[in-house]
């Protein structure tokens, strides 16, 4: 059975020392431990009648260094006794939080990292036999919470509980510590997102590819559209930094709604219309939004990399004839999943008369997955029916 461990009750080893020698011992070790603390922080120092007791780390070596360094100044003992946790000490990562949370062997069970968005994290675990044990679900609660101890602004950590799948690219996520709410706001690159993380997609891993994004020479009233919006963390980051028109599309009313009360939290520069919509239904010769947006774009952004090739008919209905940049977003198997990204987008224009004029950037932005990477071409491409 795993046992996780009470706050306060692991058996520590302690320095004890005289209180009239405590300065002079403090002076010791600060000039000759000054890049290693001897000292325990996280555990109080404790007073015993004439006596100060200092929690020392568990390090066999430097401690049998602090006593060679000391044993002719000062009478002193090293002496275990159960430690005393700190409450104000703040930690310096999840795995020293947890350390005497449960087993070492469980360590290996922390996540290296997270998604953070706002006040909520999602947790992702590696693949665990018996997923269901209650020990086991007591240990990824025990890890939640020291998420909370060590980010003060952390109200909710969530698990991730399935891939990223359907229309609206949501996830099944797993409660496990703090309030079991999952609207937050999140801000980046000077602008307010709000957002539901089980219901919309986001990711605050596109962070950079976003502020790279709307940092580029985008031209004065440049027309732009946003194919997949979400809730806007693309079109807001443009329009915040240049006076543009950007229409913004999202499939998820949830998503719509939010994007929609985003564009009012953000002072712009720009305009963005937004849509409710399947952008499918642009290329029906009845759809009079189809009609009024047709070879108008300057500028496409097409962040969907599990179907965006699906939808490049669409991008070249709603593009200038003469050309156009379009950012396109794909994943792509390794290797050489650049050249096989400019491939795959290549032979799907000339299906349409359309070609690529020039390749701007050509990055991969991550790995996805063991076999696979996300890529973003940045093109100007152009039909041959000009």
């Known amino acids: 059975m795993i046992m996780l461990s009470k706050r306060g009750e692991k058996k520590k080893k302690y320095l004890k020392i005289e209180k009239i020698n405590g300065q002079e011992f403090i002076k010791i070790i600060n000039r000759d431990f000054k890049n290693q603390s001897i000292i325990d922080k996280r555990y109080k120092i404790?007073?015993?009648?004439?006596?100060?007791?200092?929690?020392?780390?568990?390090?066999?070596?430097?401690?049998?260094?602090?006593?060679?360094l000391i044993e002719d100044r000062f009478s002193f003992k090293i002496i275990s006794k159960k430690g005393i946790y700190d409450n104000n000490y703040k930690y310096k990562n999840l795995k020293e939080a947890l350390e005497n949370k449960f087993p070492r062997k469980f360590l290996d069970l922390i996540p290296n990292s997270y998604d953070t968005i706002g006040k909520i994290v999602i947790l992702e675990f590696d693949e665990i036999e018996n997923p269901e044990d209650p020990e086991l679900k007591m240990i990824k609660r025990e890890i939640a919470k020291g998420i909370t101890k060590i980010n003060e602004n952390i109200s909710s950590v969530f698990e991730k509980k399935s891939e990223i799948r359907g229309t609206y690219r949501i996830r099944e996520l797993n409660f496990l510590y703090g309030e079991n709410k999952t609207e937050t706001i999140y801000k980046e690159n000077n602008c307010i997102f709000k957002l539901d993380v089980k219901q919309t997609?986001?990711?605050?891993?596109?962070v950079y590819e976003?502020?790279?994004?709307?940092?580029?020479?985008?031209?004065?009233?440049?027309?732009?559209?946003?194919?997949?919006?979400?809730?806007?963390?693309?079109?807001?980051?443009?329009?915040k930094n240049h006076p543009v028109k950007i229409h913004a599309f999202d499939i998820n009313r949830i998503a719509y709604k939010y994007l929609k009360e985003n564009i009012k939290l953000n002072k712009l520069k720009g305009t963005i219309i937004p849509h409710n919509i399947d952008i499918k239904y642009l290329l029906e010769p009845s759809f009079s939004l189809g009609s009024m947006l047709k070879n108008k774009a300057n500028r496409i952004i097409m962040n969907l990399p599990e179907k965006s090739l699906y939808f490049i008919d669409v991008a070249c209905f709603l593009m200038k004839i003469s050309g156009?940049?379009?950012?396109?977003?794909?994943f792509c198997e390794k290797p050489n999943s650049i050249e096989k990204a400019k491939d795959k987008l290549r032979l799907s224009l000339e299906k349409l008369n359309w070609h690529i004029e020039e390749i701007i950037t050509s990055k991969i932005v991550k790995s996805y997955s063991p076999k696979s990477e996300l890529v973003v071409l940045d093109s100007k491409i152009k039909s041959l029916n000009e």
Request: glycine share 4%.
């Open 210 to 239: 976003r502020n790279r994004i709307a940092s580029s020479k985008i031209q004065k009233n440049e027309f732009i559209i946003d194919l997949f919006a979400g809730v806007g963390p693309f079109s807001i980051q443009i329009a």
């Open 46 to 68: 404790l007073n015993e009648k004439e006596n100060i007791l200092f929690p020392l780390i568990d390090d066999d070596e430097l401690i049998n260094s602090l006593i060679k």
């Open 324 to 330: 156009g940049i379009l950012h396109i977003y794909q």
């Open 201 to 206: 997609f986001f990711t605050p891993r596109l």
